[in-house]
């Protein structure tokens, strides 16, 4: 079992950037495809980006394609999303999750594929 928890949230301006963490610990992050959440308030939980060891695929939502970036850092065993450009329609509580690599690729943009979830860490952007 794996232990998510997400840092790097805050308040910042139209046009700033952000870079989210997100620290593992109980296992490798290599045996997970990884993924970022949102959720704003009195809205759905919304697929952001996700991660794919296995070939070293990323995917991005429509949104946020060309802003956000995904990556990660084996040896520290943590997960970031850089945010660019960001609006005030970026604002919400952002969350990293992890899906056993066994598992596939499949639905990786889809919450309920994945196993483990962090605790979030919230976004604002102000106009």
């Known amino acids: 079992q794996v232990q998510l928890v997400e840092s790097g949230g805050g308040l910042v301006q139209a046009g700033g950037s952000l870079r989210l963490s997100c620290a593992a610990s109980g296992r490798t992050l290599r045996s997970y495809h990884m993924g970022w959440f949102r959720q704003a308030p009195g809205k759905e939980r919304e697929f952001v980006a996700a991660?794919?060891?296995?070939?070293?695929?990323?995917y991005y939502a429509d949104s946020v394609k060309g802003r956000f970036t995904i990556s990660g850092d084996n040896a520290k065993n943590t997960v970031f999303l850089q945010m660019n450009s960001l609006n005030p329609e970026d604002t919400a509580l952002y969350y990293c999750?992890?899906?056993?690599?066994?598992?596939?690729?499949?639905?990786?943009?889809?919450?309920?594929?994945?196993?483990?979830w962090g605790q979030g860490t919230q976004v604002t952007v102000s106009s």
């Open positions: 991660i794919s060891w296995s070939g070293g695929r990323t």
């Open positions: 999750a992890g899906r056993l690599s066994y598992r596939g690729t499949t639905y990786l943009t889809e919450s309920y594929a994945y196993d483990y």
